[in-house]
């Protein structure tokens, strides 16, 4: 009995020797030590600037008030002597930027929104929520991000 070739036969033999390659090339290394990426998660509390990056002395940061890191995108507030707080500097109204800590609030220009300085509650809208806490650590006189 002769077998004939035709052109489907080509073609199905064809494609399913590719598919064979495609899925040996995309299976694993052999390296499945389930590691984790050490990239850092972003979102709420999540910051910009690199953990362990030296923020203030702590005698830049007022009694009473704070200061804002536009570049880390955080503000650090001193609401009593020696307790040091920190929270995003993007106001949760709009996004914009705080531009000044006055008064026992952390306020935006954009809209008028204010934020207490000892929990970042909203002290005045249009905002609904708080600005999200930061992780720092005040070690000897400095003001760290962790």
Same mark, same amino acid.
Do not use: W
């Given at each position: 009995?002769?077998?004939?070739?035709?052109?489907? %036969?080509?073609?199905?033999?064809?494609?399913?020797? &590719?598919?064979?390659?495609?899925?040996?090339?995309?299976?694993?290394?052999?390296?499945?030590? &389930?590691?984790?990426? %050490?990239?850092?998660?972003?979102?709420?509390?999540?910051?910009? &600037?690199?953990?362990?990056?030296?923020?203030?002395?702590?005698?830049?940061?007022?009694?009473?008030?704070?200061?804002?890191?536009?570049?880390?995108?955080?503000?650090? %507030?001193?609401?009593?002597?020696?307790?040091?707080?920190?929270?995003?500097?993007?106001?949760?109204?709009?996004?914009?930027?705080?531009? %000044?800590?006055?008064?026992?609030?952390?306020?935006?220009?954009?809209?008028?929104?204010?934020?207490?300085?000892?929990?970042?509650?909203?002290?005045?809208?249009?905002?609904?929520?708080?600005?999200?806490?930061?992780?720092?650590?005040?070690?000897?006189?400095?003001?760290?991000?962790?």
């Amino acid at each position: 009995m002769t077998y004939e070739t035709t052109r489907r %036969t080509v073609l199905l033999a064809t494609g399913a020797t &590719g598919a064979a390659a495609l899925v040996a090339a995309c299976g694993g290394g052999g390296d499945d030590s &389930g590691s984790a990426s %050490t990239g850092s998660p972003t979102g709420d509390g999540a910051t910009s &600037g690199p953990a362990g990056q030296v923020l203030a002395n702590i005698d830049e940061i007022p009694m009473g008030g704070g200061k804002i890191f536009k570049d880390e995108e955080i503000v650090v %507030t001193q609401p009593e002597q020696g307790q040091f707080k920190a929270f995003s500097a993007i106001c949760t109204h709009q996004r914009c930027t705080v531009s %000044t800590v006055s008064d026992g609030t952390i306020n935006c220009p954009c809209h008028g929104s204010k934020f207490r300085i000892a929990d970042g509650a909203v002290a005045h809208g249009p905002a609904t929520r708080p600005l999200p806490a930061e992780k720092i650590t005040v070690e000897g006189n400095s003001v760290r991000l962790t």
